[in-house]
């Protein structure tokens, strides 16, 4: 019988990095039989999906408490049959708060468990690593500092660098995106990128909204890009928009396409996230914005470890681009900033270096790096 690894993947995120890692198994085992929950990615390289990911997606705290059951029978139902059948090795992929449970159920039967992407616990909620000592044997880190906290914590860890920054060039071609999205060469061009959730583009549209009339009045030829990653969250964004009275702003909505929006930009204004990371690897100055609700605000004030909430400064561990949140985030403060880098072309160079030296240390083929830990332990697993 062949090698059998059973993964769990939560989200598009997770589905595609999980595909990238069956193919590079796949390349050295033939034989391979990948099956859980997952999405048309993996399904694409062989995966066998009994639950599909979106069946996991939960967006915001309520709505998890709303699906608890729901989401709690799945998870139990999939705990049964891989106990009743254990694979060789089980990768949860992400979505740490169902996987970890799940993780250390099969780990106190036996099953050997992998976690591929560390939760955020140099960011907050440190005490997970107290859960992730019994529920993981191995954990693989996206980010080049995580190993040091979890071998200080006794968890068997390898960085294999970000997916991202092996897709993504190294010199990402500007003019060939202005032509794609037909932008004129010339003109300044800032991309607004206001999240892929709902309750961040309601929170963030009319800001960024007031922040591109605040730039058309410094730059009158200047184009605005907002790609948006859902119908829901676009309709949100034209209602914001109707509400500013702003019909007349040279801005393009856009189905997805955030990466050639960025690419085509100048300059970039974007929501807290992994967007922020890729604007980082398009080498593009930046902007990093964020509102919530006053209460959750001070509940993850309070709970922040770190000094900085954008990927690039926490990468980086110094402020490379201003972080504008909160009440701090008005139009006037964000156009100003977003000037700034416009105006300023040494500033732009220098900061692409920096970018530059950030995508090298990331590009790790993450994939291969990751099957590598992967195969001794299936060897290990199946030895026992």
């Known amino acids: 019988m062949g090698v059998r690894i059973a993964l769990v993947a939560g989200e598009a995120s997770g589905d595609l990095l999980a595909a990238h890692l069956i193919a590079a198994l796949r390349a050295r085992l033939p034989d391979l039989h990948c099956a859980g929950i997952g999405g048309p990615k993996m399904e694409a390289v062989g995966f066998e999906a009994w639950w599909p990911y979106d069946r996991l997606a939960v967006h915001g705290y309520v709505d998890a408490l709303k699906r608890y059951r729901e989401l709690s029978g799945v998870r139990r139902a999939l705990l049964k049959r891989l106990l009743d059948d254990p694979p060789d090795v089980f990768i949860g992929v992400d979505a740490p708060d169902f996987n970890l449970w799940l993780e250390q159920q099969l780990r106190r039967r036996g ?49 294999v660098g970000h997916p991202l920054a092996d897709t993504f060039p190294l010199e990402p071609d500007q003019d060939e995106a202005r032509e794609r999205l037909q932008l004129p060469p010339q003109a300044p ?89 890729e604007a980082a690897l398009l080498k593009r100055p930046m902007v990093i914005a964020y509102r ?14 770190l000094p900085w909430v954008g990927l690039p400064n926490i990468l980086c561990r110094e402020s490379v681009v201003p972080e504008m949140l909160q009440d701090n985030a008005t139009p006037a403060a964000l156009g100003e900033a977003l000037a700034r880098w416009f105006d300023d072309a040494d500033a732009r160079r220098a900061l692409a270096e920096r970018f530059t030296e950030l995508h090298h240390t990331l590009r790790q083929d993450t994939a291969q790096r990751a099957a590598d830990v992967i195969l001794p332990l299936i060897g290990a697993s199946r030895d026992s």
């Open 111 to 159: 099953v050997c468990t992998v976690h591929f992407v560390s939760p955020s616990i140099w960011a907050w909620r440190g005490g997970r690593i107290k859960r992730i000592r019994t529920a993981v044997d191995h954990m693989l880190c996206l980010f080049p500092f995580e190993p040091a906290i979890y071998d200080a914590a006794g968890v068997p860890a390898t960085y």
């Open 292 to 305: 919530m609700g006053a209460l959750q605000y001070r509940l993850m004030k309070r709970m922040a470890y």
């Open 189 to 277: 061009v800032f991309a607004l990128l206001p999240g892929s959730r709902e309750s961040e583009v309601a929170n963030l549209a009319p800001l960024f909204i007031e922040t591109a009339k605040y730039l058309l009045d410094r730059y009158p030829a200047a184009r605005f890009l907002v790609p948006l990653a859902t119908r829901e969250t676009r309709v949100l964004f034209e209602k914001a928009q109707y509400a500013a009275e702003a019909h007349d702003l040279p801005l393009s909505l856009l189905f997805g396409h955030a990466v050639d929006a960025m690419t085509a930009a100048d300059v970039v204004l974007v929501a807290s996230g992994t967007a922020s990371l």
